[in-house]
């Protein structure tokens, strides 16, 4: 079946400038979440939804990212004026449960 | 702070011998431990996990440790295989927490020499 999606799969932007990417989940899971890897670093988590409860944002490092999620389907974060700190690798993934997740490819944010 | 150290950055083994890659963490909440393999370019794929009442689970090739008086755990891969070379991270959470977010290790990088 088809695995978590996301787009695009690589994004370069400007300092200052905002970006959106996008998480498509694996249909039926409820669960999922954003995490962002930084060189040389583990996975950070970053923000989690579970179906309509209010989300869990505790790990966004600032005002400047949000997220959304319509429902169980897809999912946006947001970062407003980009920093290169912001630059990594913005994971989502995808849980039916409490126990696995299951990650999409990633998109690979390159601020200048 | 760092709650889950992988504290050996790379590993080589030789083709058929036994990989053995190790996790420490310091959060004694923490009650449910996943280990992810990475491919370049590619996302985190589950590999194997292990509930804190257990102290060992076993998929095939895959075995996971897992010692909690001394916060440890350890992955061991027998035979290891080329096609095993890749970055594996160690990644926990506290079931019933709400989240059930995973606090992730900085990753160990395999190499499997033919």
């Known amino acids: 079946g088809a695995g978590v999606s996301q787009s695009p799969s690589n994004k370069v932007t400007e300092k200052g400038k905002d970006v959106e990417l996008r998480c498509d989940p694996i249909s039926g899971h409820t669960a999922l979440y954003w995490y962002r890897q930084r060189l040389g670093q583990g996975l950070e988590f970053l923000i989690y939804f579970q179906g309509n409860s209010a989300p869990d944002k505790s790990g966004l490092p600032s005002d400047r990212f949000s997220a959304e999620r319509t429902g169980e389907s897809v999912s946006t974060l947001t970062i407003q004026r980009t920093q290169q700190e912001d630059s990594a690798v913005y994971l989502c993934?995808?849980?039916?449960?409490?126990?696995?997740?299951?990650f999409g490819p990633g998109t690979r944010l390159l601020v200048l | 702070d760092q709650q889950v150290k992988q504290n050996s950055p790379s590993l080589s083994v030789q083709e058929g011998r036994i990989s053995i890659l190790n996790c420490d963490y310091t959060n004694s909440m923490f009650d449910y431990f996943l280990w992810y393999k990475k491919y370049p370019a590619e996302g985190p794929t589950f590999l194997i996990s292990?509930?804190?009442?257990?102290d060992k689970n076993e998929d095939g090739r895959f075995t996971v440790f897992l010692n909690k008086s001394a916060k440890h755990l350890s992955l061991h891969i027998v035979p290891s295989q080329p096609g095993d070379s890749a970055v594996y991270f160690c990644?926990?959470?506290?079931?019933?927490?709400?989240?059930?977010?995973?606090?992730f290790g900085k990753g160990t990088k395999l190499s499997v020499i033919p």
């Open positions: 993934a995808s849980s039916p449960s409490w126990k696995t997740q299951y």
């Open positions: 292990i509930s804190s009442i257990k």
């Open positions: 990644a926990a959470s506290v079931a019933g927490a709400g989240s059930y977010q995973l606090t």
